[in-house]
């Protein structure tokens, strides 16, 4: 009796060791760099109907502020941006919900940061 419990003890204690060791991993596996080539790709067809997305283009919405603006506000931070853009429609509700994932918000918070002066 008591060796059978002991041994569903330790058989307890190297799953949980295992699953320790599995979410480290998980963890640490490094995550995918932006890519702000593609976030400007996402932009041009996304978000320049509205807005200014770059520096080449010409019309844009005249209540929509150019990503250039945005890229050189003070106290704007890509943190900050991909938050507006995680959270969209709670604050800004004129800009409609697009619905983009983490990796597109952090594509396109990458293009903006290279449009910084
Ligand atoms: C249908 C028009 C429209 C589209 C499309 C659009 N926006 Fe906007 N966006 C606006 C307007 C209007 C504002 C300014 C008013 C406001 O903040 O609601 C704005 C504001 C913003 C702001 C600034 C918010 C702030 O805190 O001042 C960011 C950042 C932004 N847009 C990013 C994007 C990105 C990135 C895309 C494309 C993925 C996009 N927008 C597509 C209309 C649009």
Same mark, same amino acid.
């Given at each position: $009796? ?31 760099? %932006? ?15 509205? /807005? ?6 010409? %019309? ?31 604050? /800004?509700?004129? $800009? ?16 903006? %940061?290279?449009?910084?002066?």
């Amino acid at each position: $009796m008591q060796k059978a419990s002991r041994s569903t003890f330790l058989g307890a204690s190297l799953g949980l060791v295992t699953a320790v060791t599995l979410a480290a991993t998980a963890l640490a596996a490094p995550p995918v760099p %932006a890519d702000p080539a593609k976030g400007r790709r996402l932009a041009e067809r996304w978000c320049a109907t509205c /807005h200014l997305v770059s520096a080449d283009q010409k %019309a844009a919405s005249a209540d929509a502020p150019s990503f250039q603006a945005l890229a050189n506000a003070p106290g704007r931070t890509a943190d900050g941006l991909a938050d507006f853009l995680t959270l969209p429609g709670t604050t /800004h509700s004129r $800009m409609p919900d697009l619905a983009l994932s983490r990796v597109e918000i952090d594509d396109v918070t990458a293009y903006i %940061a290279t449009l910084k002066k």
